[in-house]
Every structure is written in C-alpha cells, then in structure tokens.
C-alpha cells in the first residue's frame, strides 16, 4: 500500500511537472509568433513553433500516427477558418506582419498560433475529452486574448471592433469543440481500459 502511494504521487509530481514544462513552451512559441510578427521577421513564430511540432513528434514515437494527424487537422483548419474569417473582412492583417502568405490568406503566424496550440492538446485532452461546453469557452477566450493583444499591437484590424472579435471567438468556439473531437479519436486508444 505504501509502495502504490508513492508511486501515485511520484506520477502526479511528475505530470505537474511535464505540465508546467509544456506550458512554459507554449507561452515561447506565443512570444515568438507575436514578436516575428511585430519585428517584421514572420518567419521567427513558424521557426519556433517547428521545433516545438519537431520535438513533440520525437517525444513518444507510439504516438507519432495520432500527432501527425493532430497538426495536419489543426493546421489545415486553422488555416481555411483564419483565411476564411479574413476573406469576409471580419478582419485583416497589416501587410508587414506577414512572411510568404500573401493576402487575403491566413499568415503564416497566425497559423503557427494554431499549431502552438495543437502540441498542447493531447496533455490537455484527459481532463477535455467530451467537455465540449468548455472547449468552446476555452476557443473563445483563447479568440479574445489573441486578438485583442493582435489588435493593440497593430498586427490586426478589427473591421468591426468586438463584432469581429465575437465572430472570431465563436468560429474558435466551434473549432476548439472540432479539434477535440478529432483528438478524442485519434488517441482514444489511450483511454480504452486495458
């Protein structure tokens, strides 16, 4: 008995850990999306967030199929919907933001915005498979923070001020609830009893 507490709080340190570890890296890949952006060097948030895709691919080979699938989704998806929301003038991207996108499709920071998020969805999906509720929350406050701080930075206009952001926030809704779908099935071999 004693021996199965230690090992459950061993695991549970090492889990806080591997959580603060992983979010410290998200907020890196952020930093660099905004800041290759703001410093005309849109190559700087893709670079970074490259690394992070390279290196949560190496991490667990056994999920390498799932992760892969993962980021092409995410990727994909974030890309049309950005490209998409832009296209209908919700909002556009100030010209020196961007780095081999041209208008009127999604820059490539913003993309790398989504696939940041995409390498931190498999640590999240235990506590957010089947919360679909809070996962659209979560893509609007997500929708609010970034574009908001885009918007402050002159890296986005706001072609309808909140109307935009509220349109942007409940797309982001709608595909944070997608993206976990998709997670739940790719990975739910994780989740089967043994």
């Known amino acids: 008995m004693e021996q199965d507490k230690r090992i459950y709080y061993n695991n549970l340190i090492k889990g806080i850990i591997n959580q603060v570890v992983m979010t410290a890296i998200f907020i890196i890949g952020i930093v660099a999306s905004y800041q290759g952006a703001l410093q005309e060097a849109g190559w700087l948030g893709p670079l970074v967030v490259g690394l992070i895709i390279g290196y949560e691919l190496l991490k667990n080979k056994s999920l390498l199929k799932p992760k892969v699938m993962l980021f ?3 990727g994909l998806g974030g890309f049309v919907l950005e490209s998409l929301l832009i296209v209908s003038t919700v909002y556009s991207v100030s010209e020196t933001s961007r780095w081999l996108m041209p208008s009127p499709l999604a820059p490539l920071w913003i993309c790398a915005l989504w696939l940041n998020y995409a390498a931190r969805v498999p640590g999240y999906l235990a506590f957010l498979k089947g919360r679909h509720p809070l996962n659209f929350i979560i893509g609007v406050l997500f929708a609010i923070i970034i574009y908001y701080s ?19 926030g409940t797309v982001w809704g709608g595909f944070v609830i997608g993206i976990y779908i998709f997670a739940e099935r790719q990975f739910r071999f994780l989740f089967q009893p043994s």
Do not use: K
């Open 72 to 74: 092409l989704f995410v």
């Open 150 to 168: 885009a918007s402050r930075m002159e890296l986005v206009n706001l072609t309808y001020g909140w109307g935009s952001i509220a349109a942007i």
